[in-house]
């Protein structure tokens, strides 16, 4: 019988995954989203493992893995399909980076709605992720600014989704990471910039206390807001920050400094993280290094111009930076409560902060109300991210705070989730029953899945 050579490649191709976190990895079939007749083959086949796309693996657990099935390699869908200038609206393939956007529209004027922090994110995982950055509480997340995506789904068919014609298949993609079908492609509302350089204002806050002060009183004259905060320091330190806000710079603004072209980006990795030993992340190395980052902040400084990199991309100036967790890895934990539960945040770094956790990032914004998607992240609130070596106890000290975080009315986030228990999902996402019913209607056999999918219950 003959046998199609296209076919029998993508079942032997098969790789080992992991998140950008480096835990618990698992092995795949691969296929490459740029041959839609093989994509749809192989999902029209899928065994009870069944598929997910997959972007650049910037989640940092296991949301686009899927042990012993098939995963899309959405990366070699990539580029533009069409640029209105005169709308600021940009139509590009699933595999496009964020980075790839900026490159190529700062230049003319134009910038991302939404970038987090990390450029190496695609508009597939964007959507799938229903990514936010520092700029939440004025313009909420990336699907804010979506007008729409085509989305194949597992009978071969593909449907050309828009919000006010197709809400709720829209808003199940939205944030649903993966489990809905393929995104092939989508059309981006764009921001329009006059600069490409941030005017920036600076402020040292000496404990926790002090900085949620200052967000609370000044975040809404920002367009951009994020602090960094020093999980490591104790006693009336303990939760000083570095906070940073601003926007982009006018064409006036940048009068002052002529040597700084108007609209240019260049900004590039410097090194490449080698791989490191476990255990280089101890509590010794991190307090110095938090010592040192927080007495080089000023005190208060204002106006300061900082490149896009400079300001929303510092890691990604150093290229496999995960490396220097070492192979145990690491995971992220991000959650979000309300703002009158500011407690819980204080409850957590003093917790980490008492138990030794060596952290160097740890990220405090501030969220504007929540979206229309069951799955999304954002709500009105405060949201902390942490970025945690691998070390034994933590597993059970973490389980003790998620409970903390759902009993206050919060959530953890699912891109950055790799460990949280299942049961905690429908408090967390109290309208996870309306995207299940979404997600039966779109793939009634359950082709789409993934092992985050699998962890939690989503298929």
């Not at 650049?56 to 390699?73: E, F, I, K, P, T």
């Not at 029953?433 to 056999?445: C, N, S």
């Amino acid at each position: 019988m003959p046998t199609d050579r296209r076919s029998r490649a993508v079942s032997e191709a098969r790789r080992l995954f992991s998140g950008w976190g480096n835990t618990a990895p698992s092995s795949a079939r691969v296929v490459e989203l740029d041959d839609l007749d093989a994509t749809s083959a192989a999902i029209k086949r899928a065994d009870r493992y069944g598929v997910i796309a997959r972007g650049l693996g910037r989640s940092y657990g296991d949301a686009g893995q899927n042990a012993g099935g098939v995963v899309v390699d959405g990366t070699a869908a990539h580029g533009l399909i069409s640029l209105d200038l005169a709308n600021g609206l940009v139509t590009a393939r699933a595999g496009t980076s964020i980075d790839d956007l900026i490159r190529w529209l700062v230049p003319l004027g134009w910038f991302v709605p939404v970038t987090p922090g990390t450029r190496t994110v695609t508009i597939g995982g964007a959507i799938a992720a229903d990514i936010h950055g520092k700029n939440h509480h004025r313009t909420g997340s990336w699907c804010d600014h979506v007008e729409s995506f085509r989305l194949l789904l597992a009978d071969g068919s593909v449907l050309d989704v828009r919000p006010d014609r197709d809400p709720e298949v829209f808003w199940a993609t939205a944030a649903g990471m993966g489990l809905t079908g393929v995104i092939l492609d989508a059309t981006i509302q764009l921001k329009s910039i006059e600069t490409s350089w941030l005017s920036v204002d600076t402020n040292r806050a000496g404990d926790l206390d002090a900085v949620l002060a200052l967000m609370t009183a000044g975040d809404s004259g920002y367009e951009y807001s994020v602090a960094w905060i020093d999980l490591v320091a104790k006693g009336r330190n303990m939760g000083r920050s570095v906070l940073t806000r601003g926007q982009f710079a006018t064409v006036d603004e940048l009068a002052a400094a002529p040597h700084k072209p108007h609209l240019h980006f260049a900004d590039r990795e410097l090194a490449t993280a080698p791989p490191m030993p476990s255990g280089l992340l101890n509590h010794f190395t991190v307090s110095a290094f938090n010592e040192l980052w927080y007495r080089k902040a000023p005190q208060r400084r204002k106006g300061e111009l900082q490149s896009i990199g400079q300001f929303f991309h510092p890691l990604d100036m150093l290229r496999d930076w995960n490396r220097i967790y070492g192979p145990r890895g690491f995971l992220q934990w991000q959650f979000v409560v309300p703002f009158e539960r500011a407690d819980v945040i204080e409850l957590a770094v003093e917790r980490l902060s008492s138990a030794g956790t060596a952290s160097f990032l740890a990220i405090l914004k501030l969220f504007g109300e929540a979206g229309p998607a069951p799955l999304s992240f954002p709500k009105r609130g405060w949201t902390l991210a942490l970025d945690l070596p691998v070390t034994p106890g933590l597993s059970s000290l973490l389980d003790e705070l998620d409970e903390v975080v759902v009993e206050a009315g919060g959530r953890l986030y699912l891109a950055k989730d790799s460990r949280v228990r299942p049961e905690l999902m429908p408090a967390m996402y109290p309208r996870i029953d309306e995207w299940r019913e979404v997600k039966a209607r779109l793939d009634p056999d359950g082709h789409f899945q993934s092992d985050l999918g699998r962890r939690l219950g989503l298929c």
